[in-house]
C-alpha cells in the first residue's frame, strides 16, 4: 500500500465519522461555492466545479443543497463570503504540515490552530516555509474486482495521459499531471470503470519516517487540525508505517 493510500484510508474512515457529526456537508458546500466563486456555475466548463459536485454527490448531498451551494459561490444566493486559504505549519519532529482551509474569518481561523500547536507542539508558519515541498497532481483510485482487468486499467489510463498506475490489494491508484486528471477520468468512465476518488490532491516530495509513538503523536495533531470546522484538508509529509497504521485503525 503506498503512502498516499494510507491517508486515503484514514481519511476515508474520518469522511464517516464527519458524516455522524453532521459535518460531510457543510465541508462539501464549501467546496462547491469555493469553485464555483473561482470559475463560474457551469459545471462543463469549470473542471473544479465539476470534482466538487461530484464528490457531493458520491455523498448523498441533496441536490438542491448542491445547487443553493452553487449559486451562494456565483453570488446569485446571498450567503456568507468564504476566502480558500493554505496554511503552512510544523509539528514537532520536523513534520511539515499544509492545511487548507475554507474560511469566513481568518483570525478565529489562526488562533484555533495556534492553540492546537501550542498545546500538542509544532507552530505555524510563513508563506512558502512548507509549500515548496508538495507536488499538486491528479489522483484517482479504482477498486478492483473480478470483473476488472488490472492490465486493461493500465492501459486506458496510459493511453490517456497518466503518469503513474499503482496496484494495491483492493484498488488501483493513478497519478497525473493536473491538467491531465479530467481526461483520465473520462476515459476510465468512458470504459464503465468506477471510480473511488478523483481529485487533485498534495504530495510531499519526499516523507519523514518516525517512530510509531511519534508517528501517532503527530498523527494525534492533524486530528485535530482536520476536526477543526474551517478545515477543509490537511496534508504532510508523515510518512506512516504499517505498524502505525494498525495503531490508528483501532484507536
Given at each position: 500500500?503506498?503512502?498516499?493510500?494510507?491517508?486515503?484510508t484514514i481519511k476515508r474512515k474520518k469522511g464517516a465519522a464527519d458524516a455522524k457529526r453532521g459535518k460531510i456537508f457543510t465541508r462539501l458546500a464549501r467546496d462547491v461555492m469555493?469553485?464555483?466563486?473561482?470559475?463560474?456555475?457551469?459545471?462543463?466548463?469549470?473542471?473544479?466545479?465539476?470534482?466538487?459536485?461530484?464528490?457531493?454527490?458520491?455523498?448523498?448531498?441533496?441536490?438542491?443543497?448542491?445547487?443553493?451551494?452553487?449559486?451562494?459561490?456565483?453570488?446569485?444566493?446571498?450567503?456568507?463570503?468564504?476566502?480558500?486559504?493554505?496554511?503552512?505549519?510544523?509539528?514537532?519532529?520536523?513534520?511539515?504540515?499544509?492545511?487548507?482551509?475554507?474560511?469566513?474569518?481568518?483570525?478565529?481561523?489562526?488562533?484555533?490552530?495556534?492553540?492546537?500547536?501550542?498545546?500538542?507542539?509544532?507552530?505555524?508558519?510563513?508563506?512558502?516555509?512548507?509549500?515548496?515541498?508538495?507536488?499538486?497532481?491528479?489522483?484517482?483510485?479504482?477498486?478492483?474486482?473480478?470483473?476488472?482487468?488490472?492490465?486493461?486499467?493500465?492501459?486506458?489510463?496510459?493511453?490517456?495521459?497518466?503518469?503513474?498506475?499503482?496496484?494495491?490489494?483492493?484498488?488501483?491508484?493513478?497519478?497525473?499531471?493536473?491538467?491531465?486528471?479530467?481526461?483520465?477520468?473520462?476515459?476510465?468512465?468512458?470504459?464503465?470503470?468506477?471510480?473511488?476518488?478523483?481529485?487533485?490532491?498534495?504530495?510531499?516530495?519526499?516523507?519523514?519516517?518516525?517512530?510509531?509513538?511519534?508517528?501517532?503523536?503527530?498523527?494525534?495533531?492533524?486530528?485535530?487540525?482536520?476536526?477543526?470546522?474551517?478545515?477543509?484538508?490537511?496534508?504532510?509529509?508523515?510518512?506512516?508505517?504499517?505498524?502505525?497504521?494498525?495503531?490508528?485503525?483501532?484507536?
Open positions: 500500500m503506498s503512502g498516499h493510500s494510507k491517508w486515503s469555493i469553485a464555483a466563486k473561482e470559475g463560474g456555475g457551469d459545471p462543463s466548463t469549470n473542471s473544479m466545479l465539476r470534482l466538487a459536485i461530484d464528490k457531493a454527490k458520491a455523498s448523498n448531498m441533496p441536490k438542491d443543497n448542491i445547487a443553493r451551494a452553487v449559486k451562494r459561490g456565483t453570488g446569485e444566493l446571498a450567503g456568507g463570503t468564504l476566502e480558500e486559504i493554505t496554511y503552512e505549519a510544523y509539528a514537532p519532529h520536523g513534520v511539515a504540515i499544509l492545511i487548507k482551509c475554507l474560511t469566513d474569518n481568518t483570525n478565529r481561523t489562526l488562533a484555533e490552530m495556534r492553540r492546537i500547536f501550542n498545546k500538542y507542539g509544532g507552530n505555524m508558519a510563513q508563506q512558502g516555509a512548507v509549500s515548496w515541498m508538495f507536488d499538486t497532481k491528479g489522483y484517482i483510485t479504482v477498486p478492483l474486482n473480478h470483473d476488472v482487468d488490472p492490465d486493461d486499467i493500465f492501459m486506458i489510463a496510459a493511453d490517456a495521459g497518466a503518469d503513474d498506475v499503482e496496484f494495491g490489494s483492493e484498488e488501483a491508484e493513478i497519478y497525473t499531471v493536473s491538467s491531465q486528471l479530467h481526461a483520465v477520468r473520462e476515459a476510465l468512465e468512458s470504459e464503465n470503470l468506477e471510480i473511488n476518488e478523483a481529485e487533485l490532491d498534495k504530495f510531499p516530495k519526499n516523507e519523514i519516517q518516525l517512530g510509531v509513538r511519534e508517528t501517532l503523536s503527530v498523527m494525534k495533531i492533524i486530528e485535530l487540525l482536520e476536526d477543526l470546522d474551517d478545515t477543509d484538508k490537511v496534508y504532510s509529509n508523515l510518512q506512516i508505517s504499517d505498524e502505525a497504521l494498525t495503531q490508528l485503525e483501532v484507536s
